[in-house]
C-alpha cells in the first residue's frame, strides 16, 4: 500500500469536537493554545522548551498540513465547534504502513484538561484509523509519571502493554522511563 494513494478526509468530528489537519492560518491559534499551556506541556513534552513564536507556530501549521498530504505524519486539530476554539493537538503518526500500525500522542489546552476532551479525541483518531488505514494496532506512549495521559489511554480502551526504563529524556535533559499502551484492532 503506498498511503500517498489513500484518499482520507481532511476532517471529521466526534460528539464534541471538530478533528482536522492543520492549515495555513492556524498558527495564531495553536500559538495561544501552547501559550496558555506551556507550563504543563513543558512537564512531558520535549518540543515545549519555550513558547514559540507565532511565526514559528505557523511554520509548524504549515509543514504539518504538508505532512498529511504526503501521509509522512498525520497531525490533526482538536476544535471547539461551538467557537471553534482550538482545544489541542492529537497526532496519528505512522509507525509501519505494512503492519499498518501507529502511534497517538496528544495534547489538551490547559483550561480544556479534564473534561474528557482527550479521550474522545483519542477514540475517534483509533476510529479514523482503523476505517480508513485498517490499522492493526495503535500504541500510545507517555511519561511514566503523566497520571492524566494514562487515565486517556485506559478509558479510550488502551492496555499497558509495557514499560521502558530510561529511554528518552525530558524537557531538562533527565532521563526517564515511559509507558506504553497499545491497542489492537
Not at 501552547?34 to 519555550?50: D, G, K
Not at 476554539?85 to 497526532?91: A, D, E, N, P
Not at 499498518?100 to 496528544?106: A, K, Q, T
Request: aromatic share 8%; hydrophobic share 35%.
Amino acid at each position: 500500500m503506498n498511503p500517498i494513494l489513500l484518499d482520507i478526509p481532511e476532517s471529521f468530528t466526534s460528539e464534541r469536537l471538530v478533528l482536522r489537519c492543520s492549515r495555513s492560518g492556524d498558527g495564531p491559534a495553536i500559538n495561544a493554545a501552547i501559550s496558555e499551556s506551556i507550563v504543563e506541556l513543558r512537564q512531558w513534552m520535549p518540543w515545549a522548551r519555550e513558547v514559540p513564536s507565532v511565526e514559528d507556530s505557523e511554520v509548524y501549521s504549515r509543514q504539518s498540513q504538508a505532512n498529511f498530504l504526503t501521509r509522512s505524519d498525520l497531525t490533526l486539530r482538536m476544535l471547539r465547534p461551538s467557537d471553534g476554539l482550538m482545544v489541542g493537538s492529537i497526532g496519528l503518526h505512522p509507525r509501519n504502513w505494512d503492519v499498518p500500525s501507529f502511534e497517538i500522542g496528544y495534547w489538551c489546552r490547559t483550561s480544556l484538561c479534564g473534561q474528557g476532551y482527550a479521550t474522545e479525541a483519542v477514540r475517534a483518531v483509533t476510529g479514523f484509523a482503523q476505517t480508513h488505514f485498517k490499522a492493526r494496532r495503535i500504541q500510545i506512549r507517555c511519561d511514566a509519571e503523566n497520571r492524566r495521559s494514562q487515565r486517556v489511554a485506559l478509558a479510550a480502551g488502551y492496555v499497558l502493554e509495557g514499560t521502558s526504563v530510561d529511554d528518552c529524556r525530558n524537557c531538562d535533559g533527565q532521563l526517564r522511563t515511559s509507558h506504553t499502551y497499545a491497542r489492537l484492532l
